[in-house]
């Protein structure tokens, strides 16, 4: 089984439309995924109980049904950090209940691809982190860096940070939020600062934030060229 850990440089870079297109990149490369979403603040009532927006779209982009309440463990109505969230409806975060929930979805596909929340060190208690449940899961991560001001600065900390972890950091999307043209040489630097395969680049698309678009995506960066290469996942 592989997969991957999605994680972003902060809240509303496009980790979703990147997971998504990495889902969609798989299923047209004959490779059974799933999404996951541990922890979502900022979610909607519904009869079957709190529902959030990126979760449904990861859920939809994969290509096998999954439950609900696997894809996404805990799901908070207050759109805040979710230590906060968890605080307001006295819940606390259980990482061992995300990796039992993470381990029924590798029963169903051999990829899962798992959406942080926030960046890498949200807080989801007063002493853990969206880190512990990176570490937890150890997959391999994916880091989305959305391309505006200050977006190396934030990229290369998030990266120190992962790799201080001891997780494996092994690709990186750049995610263009600002349609800056002082901004276009911002991709080039980073690909040489940080030192990873550029998995892709997503051009400036406010109305695609929650839709996935394989093509903007070299799977060959996560280690095969083509679906023939599909039996090694």
Not at 26 to 41: E, H, Y
Not at 194 to 203: A, I, W
Request: charged share 15%.
């Amino acid at each position: 089984m592989k997969g991957w850990f999605v994680t972003g440089t902060d809240t509303g870079v496009g980790k979703t439309r990147v997971s998504c297109a990495l889902l969609d990149a798989l299923t047209v490369a004959g490779v059974p995924a799933v999404g996951m979403k541990p922890v979502a603040s900022g979610c909607e009532p519904s009869a079957a109980g709190p529902r959030n927006a990126d979760a449904e779209a990861l859920r939809a982009a994969s290509s096998v049904r999954a439950d609900y309440a696997d894809v996404n463990p805990y799901a908070f109505p207050a759109a805040t950090a979710p230590h906060l969230a968890a605080l307001a409806t006295g819940v606390t975060i259980d990482i061992a209940h995300v990796c039992r929930s993470y381990a029924r979805l590798t029963g169903l596909a051999p990829c899962v691809v798992v959406e942080g929340i926030g960046g890498w060190l949200v807080p989801i208690s007063r002493s853990q982190t969206m880190a512990d449940v990176a570490a937890a899961l150890g997959l391999p991560v994916i880091l989305v860096v959305g391309v505006r001001l200050g977006a190396i600065n934030h990229a290369l900390l998030t990266a120190r940070e992962i790799r201080t972890c001891g997780l494996k950091l092994v690709a990186w999307v750049a995610n263009r939020i600002d349609p800056d043209p002082i901004l276009d040489d911002y991709v080039p630097a980073l690909g040489h600062l940080l030192d990873l395969p550029l998995l892709g680049s997503f051009p400036y698309d406010p109305a695609a934030a929650k839709a996935g678009s394989q093509s903007f995506l070299d799977l060959s960066q996560l280690g095969f060229a083509d679906p023939a290469e599909k039996s090694s996942y």
